[in-house]
C-alpha cells in the first residue's frame, strides 16, 4: 500500500498580540520568546506529521495578523483552509468579545470543500496565556459557548509554559482526518498542488497570498 499525504491549511486567527505567533512557534520549534514583534499581514510554518505508517499530514499553518481584524483581506487569506484555531488571551477580556467575531469572520468567509460536503470549517477555541491569569470562564460556560458558537473544542493553553498546545493541534487534525474520511469514503481525496479550490493550497498563488515570508518565526 502506498504512503498517502494529505495537506491542510489550517487558519490561527484572534486579536493582536494574545500568542498567535507563539503558539506556532511553540508547536513548531518548541521554542518561545517573551519579545513581542507583531506580525504583518500574514505569516506562514508547514509542519509535516506522520499519523500512521501509510499517512502523512502536512499542514500549512497560516498565521494572520490580528491587525487585520475582520478586514478585506481576511478572505483572500482564509480561502482553501480546512480548519482554524482562534485564540484569546485570558488576560485580556476584550480579546474574547471578539472571539465570536472573528468565528463569524470565518465562517462568512470560508467553507468546507463540495466533496465534504461544505458548510463551515472546523474549529477550536485557544484561551492562550494560563501561565499569567487563569482563564475566568468555567469549563461549564467555555462549553457552552462552543456550543452556541459551533465550535469543535476549547482548550487553555501557554505557549510559554508548553500547555495544551500539542493537544489542540493533534484534536483539530484528527477532526479533518475524520470528517475527510467520513465524507471521502467513496472516492479518495488526493493532494493536488494545481488548484486552489476544495482545500487545496498553492503557496505560490499570488491572488490569495499578498504578504508571503519564508517561515512565521
Ligand atoms: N506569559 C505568556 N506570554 C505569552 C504567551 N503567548 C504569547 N505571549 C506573549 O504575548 C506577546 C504577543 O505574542 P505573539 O505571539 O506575538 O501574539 P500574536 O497574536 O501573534 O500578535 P499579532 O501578530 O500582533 O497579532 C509576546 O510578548 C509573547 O511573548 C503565553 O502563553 N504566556
Ligand atoms: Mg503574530
Given at each position: 500500500?502506498?504512503?498517502k ?13 494574545t ?19 507583531s ?24 498565521d494572520i ?30 480579546t ?52 452556541e458558537?459551533s ?67
Amino acid at each position: 500500500m502506498g504512503l498517502k499525504e494529505y495537506q491542510y491549511k489550517i487558519l490561527v486567527v484572534g486579536d493582536l498580540g494574545t500568542g498567535k505567533t507563539s503558539i506556532l512557534k511553540r508547536y513548531i520549534h518548541n521554542t518561545f520568546t517573551s519579545n513581542y514583534k507583531s506580525t504583518i499581514g500574514v505569516d506562514f510554518a508547514l509542519k509535516i506529521i506522520q499519523i500512521d505508517p501509510n499517512t502523512i499530514v502536512s499542514l500549512q499553518m497560516w498565521d494572520i495578523a490580528g491587525q487585520e481584524r475582520f478586514g478585506s483581506m481576511t478572505q483572500a487569506y482564509y480561502r482553501g483552509a480546512i480548519g482554524a484555531f482562534i485564540v484569546y488571551d485570558a488576560t485580556r477580556p476584550l480579546t474574547f468579545q471578539n472571539v465570536s467575531r472573528w468565528k463569524n469572520d470565518i465562517d462568512t468567509k470560508v467553507e468546507l470543500p463540495l466533496a465534504w460536503g461544505g458548510g463551515s470549517i472546523p474549529v477550536v477555541l485557544l484561551a492562550n496565556k494560563i501561565d499569567q491569569h487563569p482563564n475566568t470562564r468555567s469549563p461549564k460556560e467555555m462549553e457552552e459557548f462552543c456550543r452556541e458558537n459551533s465550535f469543535a473544542q476549547w482548550f487553555e493553553t501557554s505557549a510559554k509554559e508548553n500547555t495544551n498546545i500539542d493537544q489542540a493541534a493533534e484534536y483539530l487534525i484528527s477532526h479533518i482526518v475524520q470528517l475527510e474520511m467520513s465524507k471521502q469514503s467513496d472516492s479518495e481525496y488526493e493532494v493536488d498542488y494545481s488548484s486552489s479550490d476544495s482545500g487545496k493550497v498553492s503557496l505560490h498563488d499570488e491572488d490569495r497570498i499578498t504578504v508571503i515570508k519564508p517561515s512565521c518565526c
